[in-house]
């Protein structure tokens, strides 16, 4: 069965810094694009950022952009999100998925507040 | 940048009757590879989404047939053929194409 479980989110003060990672079971990793899509509370979906199968190449929303950084572990089955100078624009439900199927995990609550 | 503009942003359905949903592309979506990167996605309350159609008009596995897509280039659309109740949720747009970009969703409930 494919799984997708991301972790890492929680609350942060507005300029700080929190990682997420997304575990991948069920399937090789490495054999896919892999996506984070983001939804504010009470709002549409938003992509953030996506990345290659080996890591070479990565593509980020422009409101996210030398902040964010995407990243993979394909030995760990792991996708990541390093998440820098966060604001509070910032706060939502941080969604991995898988390309081409675009399966989803649970997501991840961010909350970015003083 | 793609805009996705959809259209009605709320759409409230007897059970039973049809639905429709439009979604409109600022550009075309037409892949140099000659595929149209379009997909329709689900989302149930308190769920993540679930892709129900994928370039253009190709149902996922496990999707009620009594959904369809359409369309081609920029202009697109999400049928519904006989509501449901478990029908109820916001239904994206995306397009694939240039990057990744969602519509705004369209809520649908239950008149």
């Known amino acids: 069965e494919v799984q997708l479980v991301e972790s890492g989110g929680g609350l942060v003060q507005p300029g700080g810094s929190l990682r997420l990672s997304c575990a991948a079971s069920?399937?090789?990793?490495?054999?896919?694009?892999m996506y984070w899509v983001r939804q504010g509370p009470g709002k549409g979906l938003e992509w953030v950022s996506r990345i290659n199968r080996d890591g070479s190449s990565t593509d980020y929303a422009d409101s996210v952009k030398g902040r964010f950084t995407i990243s993979r572990d394909n030995a760990k089955n792991t996708l990541y999100l390093q998440m820098n100078s966060l604001r509070a624009e910032d706060t939502a439900v941080y969604y991995c998925?898988?390309?081409?199927?675009?399966?989803w995990g649970q997501g991840t609550l961010v909350t970015v507040s003083s | 940048d793609v805009v996705m503009t959809q259209s009605p942003l709320s759409l409230p359905v007897t059970l039973g009757q049809p639905a429709s949903i439009s979604c409109r592309s600022s550009?075309?979506?037409?892949?140099?590879?000659?595929?149209?990167?379009l997909n329709w996605f689900q989302q149930r309350p308190g769920q993540s989404p679930r892709r129900l159609i994928y370039k253009v008009s190709n149902r996922d596995s496990g999707v009620p047939d009594r959904f369809s897509g359409s369309g081609s280039g920029t202009d697109f659309t999400l049928k519904i053929s006989r509501v449901e109740a478990e029908d109820v949720g916001v239904y994206y747009c995306?397009?694939?194409?240039?990057?990744?970009?969602f519509g705004q969703g369209t809520r649908l409930e239950i008149k």
């Open positions: 998925a898988r390309g081409v199927v675009w399966d």
């Open positions: 069920g399937f090789t990793l490495s054999t896919y694009w």
């Open positions: 550009q075309s979506l037409v892949h140099s590879d000659g595929n149209t990167y």
């Open positions: 995306m397009q694939g194409t240039h990057l990744i970009t």
